[in-house]
């Protein structure tokens, strides 16, 4: 199932978003979420991840204590939730998936990660 990301906008510095990526059950049940972002020039990098066995969530070291990474399953969408937001933030946000765990995998572009969708614009100002 391809996924949708959705939520993305303008913002200031300091402010806050939050991310939707819209699924289906049997992804949520079955495999782990990364989300994963893109700005102008530069490679495609990851930013939080969330497993589907043990619902383990993991971030990289930049976006620690500012994004929040989260579940609904009564909406089978995976919500990052985006506070504090610096203009190195900016860029296109996408979802994704693999089977089960994280791991280290969403570290870096994600190759091995799959079903990727369209993605959503965060821009933030200075």
């Known amino acids: 199932v391809q996924l949708q990301a959705s939520g993305g906008g303008l913002v200031q510095g300091g402010g806050s978003l939050r991310l939707s990526c819209a699924t289906s059950r049997f992804t949520l049940e079955w495999f782990a979420i990364g989300w994963f972002r893109q700005a102008p020039g530069k490679e495609r990098e990851g930013v939080s991840c969330i497993a589907s066995d043990d619902r383990s969530a993991h971030y990289i070291d930049a976006v620690k204590g500012r994004f929040t990474i989260s579940r609904d399953e009564d909406n089978n969408t995976v919500y990052l939730q985006m506070n504090n937001l610096k203009p190195e933030d900016t860029g296109v946000y996408y979802c994704?998936?693999?089977?089960?765990?994280?791991?280290?995998?969403?570290?870096?572009?994600?190759?091995?990660?799959?079903?990727w969708g369209r993605g959503t614009q965060v821009t933030v100002s200075s």
């Open positions: 994704a998936t693999r089977p089960q765990k994280c791991r280290d995998a969403f570290i870096g572009p994600g190759d091995t990660f799959s079903n």
